[in-house]
């Protein structure tokens, strides 16, 4: 079965680093992309990387601090977090696209379950 399983979730304290990963199964992807939901706001789009990792996209609120990548060998995707505010604390989503149509903040077809994020002050 098609399977995201995302990893390396945490307790960090603010302007620390913390890095995720994303192990993908059952099938390649083409665009890849992280999201977040806080409590008692919506899911937003954090970052997202194209099949071959040469165009990326990051969300003003990120931009500068997270960094998106992929290992097509291995079927893994990354985001790598640092300068963490409490404003970064969420539950972060692996999601992956079958082919590359809409735009870098919609249209996913798959989902992984998510991890927990929480930076403390």
């Known amino acids: 079965q098609v399977q995201l399983v995302e990893s390396g979730g945490g307790l960090m304290q603010a302007g620390g680093s913390l890095r995720l990963s994303c192990a993908a199964s059952g099938r390649t992807f083409s665009t890849m992309g992280w999201f977040r939901q806080a409590p008692g706001k919506e899911r937003e789009s954090v970052a997202a990387i194209s099949r071959t990792g040469v165009n990326t996209y990051y969300a003003d609120s990120v931009k500068g601090r997270f960094t998106i990548s992929r290992d097509n060998a291995k079927n893994m995707v990354y985001l790598q977090m640092s300068d963490l505010t409490p404003e970064d604390t969420a539950v972060y989503y692996c999601?992956?696209?079958?082919?590359?149509?809409?735009?870098?903040?919609?249209?996913?077809?798959?989902w992984g379950q998510g991890t927990q994020v929480t930076v403390s002050s």
């Open positions: 999601a992956g696209k079958a082919y590359s149509i809409g735009t870098w903040t919609n249209g996913y077809d798959y």
